[in-house]
């Protein structure tokens, strides 16, 4: 096995599989990445931790086809070290010694054979639907920041997927707050598909994806699989049944405001600096032209800031986490948000002007 690369194409293939590769396992092979030749100007690159795989796909100058696993936290180390100028070189000897050349710098490591390697899911008779990646891309950042890490409700530890004819929908919550987003996809699924995907996954995802061209996702009922620009990632699904989200949805709205969001964001911000981690909290307090954003606590002292609104009639107060209005306001893509509130103790929603979007935040007991 012969190999000549490109430093910046192994550069940037090793680096997004090595958020893959577990050193917290017992099977040495999962410390590995599996090297194989596809054809003579092409080799794939893949690593699991058994629950999330990822392939990439990278030109290089193949001499003698074959296959390989190797090390991946030391190949990493030794690919980005050597200096840009020269090509690297790469090959297999006997007993899976690898030889890492370039310009004056010699490697040696020890691989495992391929045969060790566990075995990559097929997803080829999977259900596909395509979708633009740019799309798909705000649709996770707007609803994965979400989810729960509480392992005692596993159902919520990931993000569901609901995809039928040509829509697909995206709805994240830990049970303080939901996030739910309804798109159009490129593609007509008959059948309806629903899957939870794990947080890593959706991780993974979001640390690959570009905002250019499609990305096609493979349906399966015990993996899904996504493949854009010569990556695929084939992950399980989280067992279980995902509640029933329409239920935490506000059903009516009494005062919808619109306002700016980098400006909420910002007060929201400020104010919370003196909010504790006790009493993470900040009140809201709606009048009729004005919203009063306030953050205290009884050992740092007291924020307060102002909020210019077009007059509404209905005057009121909600307490939130500030860190739940943060979390969204930072990944919406407008200028303006639209805040809706019905009761003090019900839920406060934000929306974007012209998506299916809606953000619940379940409010917290005023003082």
Same mark, same amino acid.
């Given at each position: 096995m012969e190999i000549l690369?490109?430093?910046?194409?192994?550069?940037?293939?090793? /680096?997004?599989?090595?958020?893959?590769?577990? @050193?917290?396992?017992? #099977?040495?092979?999962l410390n590995n990445v599996l090297m194989e030749t596809v054809s003579e100007k092409e080799v794939k690159l893949t690593a699991t931790d058994l629950e999330v795989s990822v392939s990439i796909k990278i030109p290089a100058e193949v001499t003698d086809q074959g296959c390989i696993t190797i090390p991946?936290?030391?190949?990493?180390?030794?690919?980005?070290?050597?200096?840009?100028?020269?090509?690297? /070189?790469?090959?297999?000897?006997?007993?899976n010694n690898i030889i890492i050349e370039s310009g004056r710098c010699f490697f040696k490591l020890i691989g495992l054979p391929k045969d060790d390697f566990p075995r990559i899911p097929d997803l080829?008779?999977?259900?596909?639907? +395509?979708?633009?990646?740019?799309?798909?891309?705000?649709? &996770?950042?707007? @609803?994965s920041f979400s989810v729960s890490y509480d392992d005692t409700r596993p159902s919520l530890k990931g993000v569901l997927f609901i995809i039928k004819g040509e829509t697909i929908t995206l709805v994240a919550t830990d049970g303080r707050r939901l996030a739910k987003i309804k798109d159009k996809t490129l593609s007509n699924l008959k059948t309806e598909y629903k899957a939870i995907v794990p947080t890593k996954t959706i991780q993974e995802l979001s640390r690959s994806l570009s905002r250019e061209e499609k990305i096609k996702?493979?349906?399966?009922?015990? /993996?899904?699989?996504?493949?854009?620009?010569?990556? @695929?990632?084939?992950?399980?699904?989280?067992?279980g049944n995902?509640?029933?989200?329409?239920?935490?949805?506000?059903?009516?709205?009494?005062? /919808?405001?619109k306002i700016n969001r980098e400006q909420l964001f910002s007060t929201v911000k400020r104010t919370s600096l003196l909010t504790t981690h006790i009493s993470q909290k900040i009140r809201m307090d709606?009048? +009729?032209?004005?919203?009063?954003?306030?953050?205290?606590?009884?050992?740092?002292?007291?924020?307060?800031?102002?909020?210019?609104i077009e007059k509404q009639e209905k005057e009121m107060s909600i307490a939130v986490n500030p860190n739940y209005l943060t979390d969204v306001l930072k990944n919406i893509p407008t200028e303006?948000?639209? &805040?809706? &509130?019905?009761?003090?103790? +019900?839920?406060?929603?934000? +929306?974007?002007?012209?998506?299916?979007?809606?953000?619940?935040?379940?409010?917290?007991? #005023?003082?």
């Amino acid at each position: 096995m012969e190999i000549l690369f490109n430093k910046e194409n192994l550069v940037k293939a090793t /680096q997004i599989l090595s958020t893959v590769v577990t @050193t917290k396992t017992p #099977l040495v092979i999962l410390n590995n990445v599996l090297m194989e030749t596809v054809s003579e100007k092409e080799v794939k690159l893949t690593a699991t931790d058994l629950e999330v795989s990822v392939s990439i796909k990278i030109p290089a100058e193949v001499t003698d086809q074959g296959c390989i696993t190797i090390p991946a936290k030391k190949f990493n180390d030794i690919i980005r070290e050597i200096p840009d100028k020269d090509p690297i /070189q790469l090959d297999v000897k006997k007993n899976n010694n690898i030889i890492i050349e370039s310009g004056r710098c010699f490697f040696k490591l020890i691989g495992l054979p391929k045969d060790d390697f566990p075995r990559i899911p097929d997803l080829e008779k999977a259900e596909e639907i +395509k979708i633009g990646l740019e799309t798909f891309s705000n649709m &996770l950042d707007l @609803t994965s920041f979400s989810v729960s890490y509480d392992d005692t409700r596993p159902s919520l530890k990931g993000v569901l997927f609901i995809i039928k004819g040509e829509t697909i929908t995206l709805v994240a919550t830990d049970g303080r707050r939901l996030a739910k987003i309804k798109d159009k996809t490129l593609s007509n699924l008959k059948t309806e598909y629903k899957a939870i995907v794990p947080t890593k996954t959706i991780q993974e995802l979001s640390r690959s994806l570009s905002r250019e061209e499609k990305i096609k996702i493979y349906l399966d009922s015990n /993996q899904i699989g996504f493949s854009f620009n010569g990556i @695929t990632i084939i992950s399980r699904l989280i067992e279980g049944n995902f509640p029933d989200y329409n239920q935490i949805i506000p059903k009516e709205v009494k005062t /919808q405001l619109k306002i700016n969001r980098e400006q909420l964001f910002s007060t929201v911000k400020r104010t919370s600096l003196l909010t504790t981690h006790i009493s993470q909290k900040i009140r809201m307090d709606l009048f +009729k032209n004005k919203i009063v954003v306030l953050g205290s606590s009884v050992e740092l002292g007291e924020a307060k800031e102002e909020i210019e609104i077009e007059k509404q009639e209905k005057e009121m107060s909600i307490a939130v986490n500030p860190n739940y209005l943060t979390d969204v306001l930072k990944n919406i893509p407008t200028e303006d948000v639209l &805040l809706e &509130l019905t009761e003090t103790e +019900k839920p406060m929603a934000l +929306k974007i002007d012209g998506m299916d979007y809606i953000y619940v935040v379940m409010p917290m007991k #005023l003082d």
